[in-house]
């Protein structure tokens, strides 16, 4: 069976949006006369991916593009990748693209070593690190379906959670005005500091915001690509990805799943930076809600 003529027949409704925007993406970006030599010629080097460089090959069109921001999970990915196939086995088409953030394990290797085994997997590098937010923007651009899932790379969310937010973003019939299906964490499986850490976060988060998020945290998420390239964007805006959804006029959606311990490697973040940025970041959020006039609401004439 041809997956893209079958995703086309499909008639789902991201479709034409899907193809509209790919004319743009393989436009090369506002920069591009600095990589352009005298004859014209592209004379960047092969190995580095520009942003507007990866481009979106819609001959390869898929259903789902599954999205994994790693920095050192070395013995996490293998299993976590197959995990992920396996959830998807049920689409009728889908890639998985994990974005490696300038990990310095190994990480990269690993993934290209898998790449024999999990054909629908994409391996993407940023040159060096540039944080989880960015690393799912990355794979959130280069990804050739309209309806992405990400989660973090480390194990902790279970992909077979998978379908269960797909079915949500893609099925009732009000579907097309949420932006995100976001996973909540019915149980944690964190240490006792962090899970404190958390609620108090939680909490001071949502006297500030009011966007009635209440695990802002959790890297599942199923969301539309074009709902999520129009946020703002900033660093560490992937715990706001709900709030500022909210703030463009979508609906958002939560759905209780599984969280499991971590196994292998060790937390990127803790209390006290998290704590630090968060108020940071708090306050700019608080700034862009208010900042904000309601959606568009427009018709040609
Ligand atoms: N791309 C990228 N991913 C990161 C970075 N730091 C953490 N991650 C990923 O984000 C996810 C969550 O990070 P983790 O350290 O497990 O945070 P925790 O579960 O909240 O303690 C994992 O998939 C990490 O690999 C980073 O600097 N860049
Ligand atoms: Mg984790």
């Not at 309209?146 to 790379?153: E, S």
Request: with cysteine; glycine share 10%.
């Amino acid at each position: 069976m041809d997956p893209v003529g079958h995703w086309r027949n499909m008639g789902h409704p991201g479709t034409s949006l899907f193809l509209e925007g790919a004319g743009l993406y393989k436009a090369r970006g506002r920069h591009s006369h600095m990589h352009t030599n005298s004859t014209g010629r592209d004379d960047r080097p092969a190995a580095t991916l520009f942003y507007d460089g990866i481009e979106r090959n819609l001959s390869m069109a898929v259903g789902i593009s599954v999205v994994v921001p790693v920095k050192d999970e070395v013995q996490n990915v293998g299993p976590l990748a197959r995990e992920i196939a396996a959830a998807v086995a049920g689409e009728p088409s889908a890639e998985i693209i994990f974005i490696d953030d300038g990990s310095s394990d190994g990480t990269a290797a690993a993934l290209i070593a898998l790449k024999q085994e999990l054909p629908s997997l994409r391996v993407i590098q940023h040159a060096h690190n540039l944080g989880q937010s960015r690393g799912i923007r990355t794979g959130v651009r280069a990804a050739r379906s309209d309806i992405i899932v990400t989660l973090d790379g480390d194990g902790q969310n279970d992909p077979a959670d998978i379908p269960k937010l797909l079915e949500l973003l893609r099925g009732g019939p009000d579907a097309q005005s949420i932006g995100v299906v976001s996973g909540v964490r019915a149980k944690r499986k964190d240490t006792l500091s962090r899970r404190l850490a958390s609620r108090i976060g939680n909490g001071i988060r949502a006297w500030l915001l009011s966007d009635g998020a209440a695990d802002t945290g959790c890297g599942l998420k199923a969301f539309r690509r074009e709902a999520f390239l129009a946020l703002p964007y900033f660093d560490h805006i992937h715990r706001y990805i709900i709030t500022l959804m909210i703030r463009e006029g979508y609906d958002v959606r939560f759905v209780e799943v599984n969280h499991r311990p971590r196994t292998h490697g060790a937390s990127k973040y803790t209390n006290f930076n998290r704590l630090l940025v968060s108020v940071n970041d708090l306050f700019g959020v608080r700034w862009l809600q208010r900042r904000f006039r309601g959606k568009t609401e427009a018709k040609e004439l």
